[in-house]
């Protein structure tokens, strides 16, 4: 049985930094892409950032372009997502999740295309 499991999370003051981690188990992830996705109250789930399978390529939502960092470790079937410069705004519960399709290079940030989820962490970010 698949399971996705992140931590990290947790309340930080603006400016602040948080590293959050998922940890996968199951089967081996290493040949497919990974994400992490966050949803606020009464908001649809956004993308946030997509790594792929060999950690070479990766992606990011505009809004946390240069203050989010994606990476993985394959070796231990984890992916992380380090967050600095945090602000109000990233306040919301952040989910990672496995891409559909194993190989591929350059994944998107649709939703639609990752069958794997974990429960989220929550991060609150205090003004």
């Known amino acids: 049985q698949v399971q996705l499991v992140e931590s990290g999370g947790g309340l930080v003051q603006a400016g602040g930094s948080l590293r959050l981690s998922c940890a996968a188990s199951g089967r081996t992830f290493g040949s497919y892409a990974m994400g992490w996705f966050r949803q606020a109250p009464g908001q649809e789930r956004e993308f946030v950032a997509t790594?792929?399978?060999?950690?070479?390529?990766?992606s990011y939502a505009d809004s946390v372009k240069g203050r989010f960092t994606i990476s993985r470790d394959n070796a231990k079937n984890t992916v992380y997502l380090q967050m600095n410069s945090l602000r109000p705004e990233d306040t919301a519960v952040y989910y990672c999740?496995?891409?559909?399709?194993?190989?591929?290079?350059?994944?998107?940030?649709?939703?639609?295309?990752?069958?794997?989820w974990g429960q989220g962490t929550q991060v609150t970010v205090s003004s």
């Open positions: 999740a496995v891409h559909r399709y194993s190989g591929v290079y350059y994944p998107t940030g649709r939703l639609s295309d990752y069958n794997y």
């Open positions: 790594i792929n399978w060999s950690g070479r390529s990766t």
